[in-house]
């Protein structure tokens, strides 16, 4: 019979040494050895011993870069446990997760078995109309995608051909030429279904708690808290996508540096550029006069310009279009009424969601809103397969209606009653 133990760092710092060595590195994750000699609480000759001899009989893993970086992979774990009749897998510590193990794999081997791959992409900037004659041009050859309003990206192999056939249209219209580098990603379509769930699953839980340290900037983009939740996945699958597993260093650290960034991206995605320089600067201008004026708490519209540095006129303008945002965030839901020229959305592309209701053409906050929705569903069916390949086209604006017809009926019910609320 196994016995399931939380320590807490006090009772797990006068447990014997090479306990306290082992479990540390049980969880399956890398460890460098200041970080592990520092968790562990033992000395660096302790360590090193202890390391000698795993290796040496072929429990432990270094890195293969050469970094001093190590792990348990998944026997090894599962070994631990049993050779000392614990709970598998058992939170051992009040202070580390349990090991992550899903689709018999942990979760640093998960990301090895789905590395990055080099992907080509090739910038540019252009109005929709060009965009769209890029985007024909290269069906097929690569994907196209509105990153933000009038910045393309085509995500490639070739980036040589991709750029060649680009500028050729960019030309003719009089247009900038593109940029082209190579990068590196994976698709979540690499990892087995029933890891890429448990890891998802696992991370939007984890990535809540790290965005509370920017809850103030999200809560003003994302009032609601479903969208906030679905935020934060979408969050996690682009960090995942992103994440390089060579690095031998845990997947949770990189999510932990990227969200401490990425909530202020958050301002230019939705405001523009212009807007989200003006309340950025408006809201420092305002913190200075506070300190400058300590019996105030209100200034005119002609005093926050000049701390700024920027005429009263500019100022009355951004103010007054920052304004209109304000108003118009709080009013805006997804229960629109149809016949709305403003909000109707192209039924063109999609006859089968939701008796119509497809990809908002050429609007990036109403896109960003589905694509929210769509993750929502995900969660709430535990389809994830489903909303990767809806997501999928929405980013590529390339709709196959035979893909579209296949989505599962419960996912299709989950997102029609996202959109709904």
């Given at each position: 019979m196994?016995?399931?133990?939380?320590?807490?760092?006090?009772?797990?710092?006068?447990?014997?040494?090479?306990?306290?060595?082992?479990?540390?590195?049980?969880?399956g994750?890398?460890?460098s050895?200041?970080?592990?000699?520092?968790?562990?609480?033992?000395t660096?000759?302790?360590?090193?011993?202890w390391?000698?001899?795993?290796?040496?009989?072929?429990?432990?893993?270094?890195a293969?870069?050469?970094?001093?970086?190590?792990?348990?992979?998944?026997?090894?774990?599962?070994?631990w446990?049993?050779?000392?009749?614990?709970?598998?897998?058992?939170?051992l510590?009040?202070?580390?997760?349990?090991?992550?193990?899903?689709?018999?794999?942990?979760?640093?081997?998960?990301f090895?078995?789905?590395?990055?791959?080099?992907v080509?992409?090739v910038?540019f900037?252009?109005?929709?109309?060009?965009a769209?004659?890029?985007?024909?041009a290269?069906?097929?050859i690569a994907r196209?995608?509105?990153?933000?309003p009038?910045?393309?990206?085509?995500?490639?192999g070739?980036?040589?051909y991709?750029?060649?056939?680009?500028?050729?249209?960019?030309?003719?219209?009089?247009?900038?030429?593109?940029?082209?580098?190579?990068?590196?990603?994976?698709?979540?379509?690499?990892?087995?279904?029933?890891?890429?769930?448990?890891l998802?699953l696992f991370?939007?839980?984890?990535?809540?708690?790290?965005?509370k340290?920017?809850?103030d900037?999200?809560?003003?983009?994302?009032?609601?808290?479903?969208?906030?939740?679905?935020?934060?996945?979408?969050?996690v699958i682009?960090?995942?996508?992103?994440?390089?597993?060579?690095k031998?260093?845990p997947?949770?650290?990189y999510?932990?540096?990227?969200?401490?960034?990425?909530?202020?991206?958050?301002p230019?995605?939705?405001?523009?550029?212009e807007?989200?320089?003006?309340?950025?600067?408006?809201?420092?201008?305002i913190?200075?006069?506070?300190?400058?004026?300590?019996d105030?708490?209100?200034?005119?519209?002609?005093?926050?310009?000049?701390?700024?540095g920027?005429?009263?006129?500019?100022?009355?303008?951004l103010?007054?279009k920052?304004?209109i945002?304000?108003?118009?965030?709080?009013?805006?839901?997804?229960?629109?009424d149809?016949?709305s020229?403003?909000?109707?959305?192209?039924?063109?592309?999609?006859?089968?969601?939701?008796?119509?209701?497809g990809?908002?053409?050429?609007?990036?906050?109403?896109?960003?809103?589905?694509?929210?929705a769509?993750?929502?569903?995900?969660?709430?069916?535990n389809?994830?397969?489903?909303?990767y390949?809806?997501?999928?086209?929405?980013?590529?604006?390339?709709i196959n209606?035979?893909?579209?017809?296949?989505?599962s009926?419960?996912?299709?019910?989950?997102?029609?009653?996202?959109?709904?609320?």
């Open positions: 196994t016995i399931s133990i939380t320590y807490t760092k006090n009772e797990f710092l006068k447990q014997p040494v090479d306990f306290r060595i082992g479990a540390i590195i049980s969880d994750m890398w460890y050895l200041p970080k592990w000699r520092k968790m562990a609480g033992c660096e000759d302790e360590l090193a011993d390391v000698a001899a795993h290796l040496a009989d072929g429990t432990l893993v270094q293969t870069t050469g970094a001093k970086s190590f792990r348990f992979p998944l026997e090894s774990v599962l070994e446990y049993e050779e000392r009749d614990l709970t598998f897998p058992g939170q510590t009040d202070f580390i997760f349990p090991p992550r193990v899903w689709d018999n794999m942990t979760e640093t081997e998960g090895l078995a789905a590395p990055l791959r080099d080509g992409i910038s900037r252009s109005g929709v109309e060009v769209d004659e890029i985007r024909e290269l069906l097929g196209v995608c509105e990153i933000e009038g910045l393309w990206k085509a995500y490639c070739s980036t040589g991709v750029k060649d056939i680009a500028d050729e249209i960019l030309s003719k219209h009089g247009l900038a030429m593109s940029k082209k580098v190579q990068a590196r990603r994976r698709e979540m379509v690499d990892f087995t279904d029933e890891f890429k769930e448990g998802v991370y939007k839980r984890f990535g809540k708690s790290l965005i340290r920017s809850m900037t999200i809560k003003i983009f994302l009032p609601d808290d479903e969208d906030r939740n679905s935020q934060v996945l979408l969050w682009q960090a995942i996508e992103k994440f390089d597993e060579s031998a260093v997947f949770s650290g999510l932990d540096d990227v969200l401490r960034r990425w909530p202020y991206d958050l230019q995605a939705h405001l523009g550029k807007l989200s320089t003006f309340q950025r600067g408006r809201s420092k201008a913190k200075r006069l506070k300190k400058r004026f300590k105030r708490t209100t200034f005119a519209g002609d005093e926050i310009a000049t701390e700024m920027i005429s009263p006129m500019s100022f009355a303008d103010e007054d920052h304004r945002w304000m108003k118009t965030q709080a009013a805006t839901t997804l229960t629109w149809e016949k020229d403003e909000k109707l959305v192209d039924t063109s592309v999609t006859s089968g969601v939701m008796g119509g209701l990809v908002v053409s050429n609007d990036i906050d109403m896109a960003h809103k589905l694509s929210l769509v993750i929502d569903a995900a969660v709430s069916t389809n994830f397969d489903d909303a390949t809806l997501i999928d086209q929405m980013d590529a604006s390339e209606t035979k893909k579209i017809d296949a989505l009926a419960d996912f299709v019910r989950a997102l029609g009653e996202r959109l709904q609320k």
